[in-house]
């Protein structure tokens, strides 16, 4: 079985290369491509795999604008960070779809469903298109936080950023005010706006308006200073700088 993935996080594409050669020793993965035109591009250059999985966000668009552009009639199982409801409708019209992080038993399940399902419905791209734009994802306009016995409500657009310490997650706001929060750091990153908030690396999750200033560094990698942060070494992930690039200039 010759498999083909489609996802523009690497982090993602490394860990479901590792499930499916861990639970399918035998499966041949034939390579991983990141944007809808790679993918275009190798589809009118290879043959087509047996299997694929796909992201249906990528780098450049949307992964249907890939079977828009080439007739692909390959099994597929969409990989996605959106929630149940708005993907359950078109199982009917791919094999199969799994949500991030990708649990290792749905994963098998969606290749056993892939194995035994001898004809595959042709993709109905109609329906994937209104399933996945009219149901945009919302993100928290308000973060509850603890300050001693008390609780009170932050607006997002009051937060400077998000930051981990020993394990722990701190929201500090514009004026300058830290709390501590229950939730993760990669909880809070799903919660907040992508178009305002940006995960610099493992340990920040800053708001747009409170980078002052982006400074070179060795390596072709970023600095970043944060108004109100004391931390003088914030550096982009080197995976990121790119997309922190086009981030900054939308």
């Known amino acids: 079985m010759k498999i083909l993935i489609i996802e523009d996080e690497k982090p993602a594409a490394t860990r479901l290369s590792k499930l499916l050669q861990g639970h399918f020793p035998t499966a041949v993965l034939i390579g991983n491509l990141d944007t809808v035109s790679r993918a275009v591009h190798w589809f009118a250059e290879n043959p087509t795999p047996d299997l694929i999985f796909c992201d249906i966000q990528l780098a450049d668009g949307l992964s249907f604008e ?38 290792p038993k749905d994963l098998e399940r969606a290749v056993e469903k892939f194995n035994s399902q001898k004809i595959q419905p042709p993709l109905d791209l109609e329906l994937l298109k209104t399933l996945i734009q009219p149901q945009a994802k919302s993100y928290k306009s308000r973060f509850m936080v603890r300050f001693g016995e008390k609780i009170q409500s932050v607006p997002a657009e009051d937060i400077a950023f998000f930051f ?21 750091l990669e909880q809070m990153e799903a919660q907040v706006n992508p178009a305002d908030f940006f995960r610099l690396n493992r340990k920040y999750l800053s708001h747009v308006d409170t980078i002052e200033e982006v400074l070179t560094y060795s390596n072709s990698r970023l600095k970043v200073k944060l108004r109100g942060c004391p931390d003088s070494d914030i550096l982009v992930s080197r995976e990121k700088v790119a997309e922190f690039k086009d981030w900054l200039d939308r």
Do not use: M
């Open 66 to 103: 890939i079977f828009e552009q080439v007739k692909v009639t390959t099994p597929i199982i969409f990989t996605t960070a959106f929630d149940h409801y708005a993907i359950k409708a078109f199982q009917v019209n791919a094999i199969d779809y799994l949500l991030k992080p990708i649990d």
């Open 164 to 184: 981990s310490e020993e394990r722990v997650t701190f929201l500090q706001t514009q004026a300058g005010k830290k709390y501590v929060l229950d939730s993760t």
